[in-house]
Nanobody, 116 residues
């Protein structure tokens, strides 16, 4: 099993920055891809960014150029640097890990609120 714990959410003003962290524990060695998803009130959960074992990244169009995903393989941690935050970035952000056995693991979520 893999456990994921997010941190770093909070309340910021539009234009400000925030960094989310997600630490993986347990059988972290079976993790393949990691990523961040978000869910705004009344909306479906959507992909924000992903990063593979080879550090290949993928971003939603809405965050390209503003968000950066990175991964520390020693610390089993994935980060999401969020710059130039907008009101529409307000959501609960979830960390995701996909194992080599194609099992998805999720964190508990961290709230990001951007005031306009």
């Amino acid at each position: 099993q893999v456990q994921l714990v997010e941190s770093g959410g909070g309340l910021v003003q539009a234009g400000e920055s925030l960094t989310l962290s997600c630490i993986a524990s347990g059988r972290a060695q079976i993790i393949n891809d990691m990523g961040w998803y978000r869910q705004a009130p009344g909306k479906q959960r959507e992909l924000v960014a992903t990063i593979t074992r080879d550090s290949i990244t993928n971003y939603a169009d809405s965050v390209k150029g503003r968000f950066t995903i990175s991964r520390d393989f020693v610390k089993n941690t994935v980060y999401l640097q969020m710059n130039s935050l907008k009101f529409e970035d307000t959501a609960v952000y979830y960390c995701n890990a996909k194992s080599v056995y194609f099992v998805n693991y999720w964190g508990q979520g961290t709230q990001v609120t951007v005031s306009s």
